[in-house]
């Protein structure tokens, strides 16, 4: 049919934006369908590091439009943050970057590339049929792929309609909060403030400007994560991590943190499920930028070989396997007990390297 594209992609996020960068790399047609006219107030800890930025500069993508800047070193807290320390080693960087900017320079940057790019309209019905997928479109259009990535977040209605979560049933995921504030400008930094109760609070403060953002994630009840988030910002004030005054409004929203490797599978027919809507969200750190677009990346090199290949199912399921390959360490939660962990690390200058580098590069502890 000629007017089908190759790829159609739900979602003009990092995940849905990457994918079709490198599918336009690959010679392929693409179509983005983005729900939101604008891009203001994603819930995101706001820092990706080395291989994220790597992967930014291999898909073309310069950090200055991208609304990145660099950050080198970090500082570990206890929970109380009385006590700190300072991990500089040569691999311990990365980037802050404002969601907003971020978006829509990947949006625009996949447009650029060839992607055709719908933004303000949403997808109401998901046909997936045996040679095509055919997508009803709010506003009545309707429009064709040969195959279909679904990245259109947690609560993804397509990946109900493809039998890749439970239909009318949310996972049960994380909790996070956050909260912005104004301070007097800075450098960019991040700083990780570990808890050590088996519950595996983490809470990280990312800097850059004149912004500063505190975000607190646990596997714990979200009454918990209530609990724990005012003793947490009193104490970063008091420790002059952040500034007095009245508290800026605190959010919380669910975040798939180690979902993927929870679901059955990330395939269906014709379709592939990529970034938040597939759980590609590291379960320790809560980074969530990479991850969705080195899924976006792979799933686009897999779309590619099946779109020649005598029977494309075949192709489409290789994904588990990509992905697995890529990226599971760096999904996973460490493979040891926080709360054993904690008291030693700041003891002992090679564990703080070693959960900097869990943290940064999803490396074992």
């Not at 993927?260 to 027919?269: F, N, R, Y």
């Not at 809560?286 to 686009?300: C, F, H, Q, R």
Request: charged fraction near 20%; include cysteine.
């Amino acid at each position: 049919m000629s007017d089908a594209a190759d790829v159609l992609v739900l979602g003009g996020g990092p995940a849905g934006c990457a994918a079709a960068l490198r599918a336009c790399a690959l010679g392929l047609s693409v179509q983005i369908i983005e729900r939101r006219a604008t891009r203001g107030g994603r819930a995101c800890n706001g820092w990706i590091g080395p291989a994220g930025a790597g992967l930014c500069e291999s898909l073309g993508l310069d950090p200055a439009r991208i609304g990145a800047e660099r950050f080198a070193g970090l500082r570990l807290h206890t929970w109380d943050i009385r006590r700190h320390v300072d991990v500089s080693e040569p691999d311990i960087w990365g980037w802050v970057v404002d969601r907003t900017a971020f978006d829509d320079a990947l949006f625009q940057a996949a447009r650029q590339a060839g992607a055709v790019g719908l933004a303000g309209v949403a997808a109401e019905q998901v046909t997936l049929g045996e040679s095509l997928v055919r997508l009803r479109l709010g506003d009545g259009r309707e429009v064709v792929g040969r195959t279909l990535l679904l990245a259109d977040g947690l609560h993804s209605y397509a990946a109900g309609a493809a039998n890749l979560t439970p239909a009318g049933r949310a996972p049960r995921v994380p909790q996070c909060l956050y909260a912005e504030f104004e301070v007097p400008a800075s450098a960019a930094g991040l700083e990780i403030v570990i808890g050590s109760n088996r519950a595996g609070l983490i809470a990280t403060v990312t800097r850059k400007g004149t912004r500063a953002r505190l975000s607190l994630l646990t596997r714990g009840a979200q009454a918990e994560l209530r609990a724990a988030f005012q003793p947490l910002l009193a104490a970063a004030r008091q420790a002059g991590l952040l500034p007095p005054g009245p508290t800026p409004e605190i959010q919380a929203h669910p975040s798939p943190a180690g979902l993927a490797l929870d679901l059955d599978t990330h395939v269906g027919k014709r379709c592939l499920l990529l970034g938040d809507a597939g759980g590609f969200v590291s379960a320790f750190s809560n980074e969530g930028i990479y991850p969705a677009m080195m899924s976006g990346v792979l799933a686009a090199d897999v779309v590619a070989r099946a779109l020649k290949a005598p029977v494309p199912q075949d192709e489409l399921a290789s994904f588990g396997v990509e992905w697995r390959t890529r990226l599971a360490d760096y999904l996973r939660m460490p493979n040891t007990d926080l709360s054993l962990l904690v008291p030693l690390v700041f003891n002992n200058p090679q564990m703080c390297l070693r959960v900097a580098r869990a943290f940064l590069h999803g490396q074992a502890f």
